[in-house]
């Protein structure tokens, strides 16, 4: 086994991966890449938008660039990794990789979030046709590919599931591995480069969380609690949808949740209407803990100067780097905490990535909670009108120590 090295729709953006401050302005074009419709509505995210290389960072020597769409290892710059810097318990992950002779190379998964990447505290699929032992479609130390396949100088699709103790990896169309294994159940992605020779680059990288499952009934508000004495009127429509007209006001979910992967859709029947999404809120506590916005404006004709933190965008912490849903138009979001690490998406495309280095508060709008709170669908003033469906939650495994 190899010696590790340490340590949207339409947007684009070249930002820190861990900034704690507003990304700087991106261009208002659109991206190459685009999820369908039917992918966002299935829950399927990108991990890179086609154009840059937000929600990565890179560990060791390594350096990597975008070019035609693709992730490129930067040839003879060294032996490293470019890691997610959001962490991914069970998933499906797609992927497109080139790769030529001289390239040893692979994909990580469950990786801690900080420091080396080693057997042991790592997955890897590696993508090395001449390796004597773990061929391209591999997992190395867990089990061998079923067939060898010749992937050099060619476009491969690969699929990797990751679902408990169960990972499966097709390379073509073809399985080549179905084990089990229970080493690991979270961390983040790489892509690496072993010894910094040859040619590789990614491109296509999507994922789709597994595992979720649904907060809201479609018939009645069982599981959430209205904050009394408030404007705001929640319903469920002849849809089977949550709506909310007026405000202001707090619906809270009864079950508390920490770290998580939350997923649903949303539409705004306004224009420019405000409202948010809550969580690790202080159970009871009005408009408590951390806010994913809803607010589909931005200035003039640039998507990526959001108007009020934009949609997506973590309230009075991070603004939408770019705003991709529009009025009147149903969304998915997909908000991510771990830890204080918290990122969103919508509509399959990556508009925030934060870690919060404030000092531990018991509430997120006075500083840093780890603690579990409830979620909560904001009313925000008398234009309100929004609807939500198919809410939908997994909570993570615990972080490694």
């Known amino acids: 086994m190899k010696k590790m090295f340490p340590p949207l729709a339409r947007a684009l953006a070249i930002v820190l991966p861990l900034a704690l401050v507003s990304p700087p302005a991106i261009a208002a ?9 039917q992918e966002v509505a299935d829950g399927w995210i990108q991990l890179f938008d086609g154009e840059t290389l937000f929600g990565w960072a890179p560990r060791g020597d390594a350096r990597w660039e975008v070019r035609e ?12 990794f470019l890691c997610t810097t959001t962490e991914f318990a069970d998933f499906k992950l797609h992927t497109e990789f080139w790769i030529d002779d001289q390239a040893n190379s692979g994909i990580f998964l469950r990786g801690p979030a900080q420091g080396e990447l ?9 993508l090395f046709d001449a390796h004597e032992k773990w061929p391209t479609g591999s997992i ?28 499966r990896v097709t390379l073509n169309g073809e ?41 809201f009934n479609g018939k009645d508000l069982t599981g959430w609690k209205e904050i009394p004495g408030r404007k705001s009127v929640y319903s ?40 948010g999404v809550f969580f690790r809120a202080i159970r009871g506590e009005f408009w408590s803990g951390y806010e994913s916005q809803i607010r589909n404006q931005w200035e003039g004709d640039n998507r990526a100067k959001p108007v009020d933190y934009g949609t997506g965008g973590l309230y009075n912490r991070q603004p939408a780097r770019r705003v991709v849903s529009n009025d009147r138009e149903w969304f998915t979001q ?5 830890g204080p690490h918290l990122a969103t998406w919508v509509n399959g495309v990556q508009v925030t990535d934060f870690t919060d280095t404030r000092p531990p508060q018991k509430s997120a709008r006075q500083g840093y909670r780890a603690e579990a709170g409830v979620l909560s669908l904001q009313g925000h003033d008398p234009t309100t009108d929004l609807s939500f469906r198919n809410l939908r939650i997994v909570e993570l495994p615990p972080a490694r120590p």
């Open 29 to 37: 074009e659109k991206p190459s890449n685009i999820l369908p419709p």
């Open 69 to 80: 769409g693709a992730i490129h290892y930067v040839p003879g710059s060294g032996g490293g």
């Open 118 to 126: 080693a057997l042991g505290n790592v997955y890897e699929v590696n």
């Open 140 to 167: 190395n130390e867990v089990a061998k590919a079923r067939a060898a396949q010749k992937t050099a100088g060619r476009w491969n699709d690969l699929d990797i599931t990751a679902e408990g103790d169960h990972l």
């Open 175 to 215: 399985t080549t591995v179905d084990a089990r294994d229970s080493k690991l159940s979270r961390g983040i992605l790489a892509l690496q480069n072993y010894q910094g020779k040859g040619h590789v680059r990614f491109r296509n990288l999507k994922l789709k969380p597994l595992g979720l499952t649904s907060i």
């Open 236 to 275: 469920v429509t002849p849809e089977g949808w949550l709506n909310v007209k007026n405000g202001n006001g707090d619906l809270q979910s009864e079950t508390e949740y920490g770290d998580f992967v939350f997923q649903l859709e949303i539409i705004s029947n306004g224009t420019h209407l405000n409202s």
């Open 334 to 338: 997909t908000i991510v905490a771990q």
